[in-house]
């Protein structure tokens, strides 16, 4: 149990500036993170972009290679919990057909962690709600019956 960090300051590393060290962990959640946001530039095949009722904005982008999504990438201006559910998705959107996509729930986002804090949960929704209207819009662009059948296009 010596390893068990007790107190909020201890083991962390400072650097000559009073600047924080990130942990190899907290590194690696960081670099996961920015490598799934869209870079640009380029236009996607599918894009959507949904803000909340919290006021958070998550944008999703798809690239397909013939019926699977080969990239597929966010943007949000909110907080860590949407940071990491719009990540989330768009990891589990690569490699997937439209019609498996559509199995991209908050739930099955959720799921993904074990344990979320319930007042966070709305970001889980955002971003999967961001990911089947970035999916609808695909659909319609492709000239194709969208998935959805209570949608217009």
């Keep these: 149990m010596s390893d ?5 300051d201890e083991n962390i590393k400072e650097d000559s500036t009073g600047k924080r060290e990130l942990s190899p962990g907290e590194l690696a959640v960081y670099q996961w993170l920015q490598s799934l946001q ?7 095949d599918g894009h959507a972009c949904l803000t909340g009722k919290c006021g958070e904005t998550i944008e999703i982008f798809l690239n397909f290679n013939g019926e699977r999504v080969k990239e597929a990438a ?11 559910c719009a990540a989330l998705t768009a ?3 690569k490699g997937k057909t439209p019609d498996e996509l559509l199995a991209i729930t908050a739930q099955s986002i959720l799921s993904l962690f074990g344990e979320f ?3 966070e949960e709305h ?5 999967a709600e961001t990911l089947q209207e970035a999916l609808h819009n695909f659909m319609v ?4 019956k969208p998935l959805c059948g209570d949608r217009e296009p």
Excluded: F
């Design 4 to 8: 068990v960090v007790h107190g909020p």
């Design 38 to 44: 869209w870079k640009g530039p380029g236009k996607p």
């Design 74 to 84: 966010y943007l949000t201006n909110g907080c860590i919990s949407s940071q990491v």
């Design 91 to 93: 990891q589990m959107a």
């Design 117 to 119: 804090p319930k007042s």
């Design 123 to 127: 970001c889980a929704l955002l971003a």
């Design 141 to 144: 662009k492709e000239g194709k």
